[in-house]
């Protein structure tokens, strides 16, 4: 009986350690409104109408920029941080910026026969990733806006028609997240792989092996090849909360201030 109270204690131990996390409180930025995202480096962009804030692991502003050109900026993927990829889908227009915030590169979000992309990612071995809402296929392109792969058309995969909101390259995978449906992995060159259901993740993080998602008040970390799913608990939020966890740190926006812990 002695036995079977000790492995009981150790179990209970065990949970509780599983379901906790310790963080510690390092800065709090304020006013911090509009959206923001991160890079694996420490520095935070924040955004809001046409304007970009870098921010660096101080929470002390590195660089600025600035555009009236193109309305209100729909996304960033900070995914490569001297290739910022900013992203203007109503005018459907894209600007790289460096590492100063300079802008080096704009481009129209549109091929011959492809008259509006609104979906694009930094692809890690150069060039990008855009589905190409028409023929309902990722397709890659360089730096010249010439297509060079083309990935499994979705027909092929459901009779549902998806509507993609999101694309990311993890380096490894092409995770493309489907409203009201779920994470389609696709291979470094667009092939199909699998289908990870989720209904909660229209913003999503990756790494190489994991997607990366708030649901409800905690982060999920989804094996992009077994599936299995891990609880990460976060400090006080609420659902509406935006949340990031990357490089040791945890990002928590509420209102109009950003705060940030590290574990």
């Known amino acids: 009986?002695?036995?079977?109270?000790?492995?009981?204690?150790?179990a209970s131990c065990f949970l509780e350690k599983s379901l906790s996390q310790d963080y510690l409180p390092v800065i709090t930025i304020e006013p911090f409104s509009g959206n923001f995202t991160t890079d694996h480096l420490g520095n935070i962009f924040q955004y809001i109408s046409g304007d970009v804030f870098m921010y660096n692991l101080n929470g002390k502003i590195t660089g600025t920029y600035s555009s009236r050109e193109y309305g209100d900026i729909s996304y960033i993927d900070a995914t490569n941080p001297m290739k910022l990829l900013v992203v203007f889908e109503k005018f459907s227009k894209a600007v790289i910026l460096d590492n100063s915030m300079s802008a080096n590169t704009t481009f129209n979000l549109s091929l011959e026969g492809i008259p509006v992309i609104s979906l694009i990612c930094t692809a890690r071995d150069g060039g990008f990733w855009i589905f190409d809402p028409l023929s309902k296929q990722l397709k890659k392109i360089n730096d010249q806006m010439v297509v060079t792969a083309e990935g499994t058309n979705l027909r092929q995969v459901t009779d549902i028609d998806l509507i993609p909101r999101r694309i990311l390259d993890t380096g490894n995978w092409i995770i493309m997240y489907a409203a009201?449906?779920?994470f389609l992995i696709f291979d470094r060159y667009g092939t199909y792989y699998k289908t990870i259901k989720s209904t909660t993740a229209n913003d999503f993080q990756v790494s190489s092996d994991e997607i990366i998602f708030k649901e409800d008040r905690?982060?999920?970390?989804?094996e992009i090849q077994t599936g299995k799913t891990r609880t990460f608990i976060l400090p006080e939020n609420t659902s509406n909360d935006a949340c990031r966890v990357e490089s040791k740190r945890i990002y928590v926006k509420q209102l109009n201030t950003l705060k940030i812990y590290s574990y």
């Open 1 to 10: 009986m002695k036995k079977f109270f000790l492995i009981l204690f150790f």
């Open 180 to 182: 009201d449906y779920g």
């Open 218 to 222: 905690e982060m999920k970390f989804t």
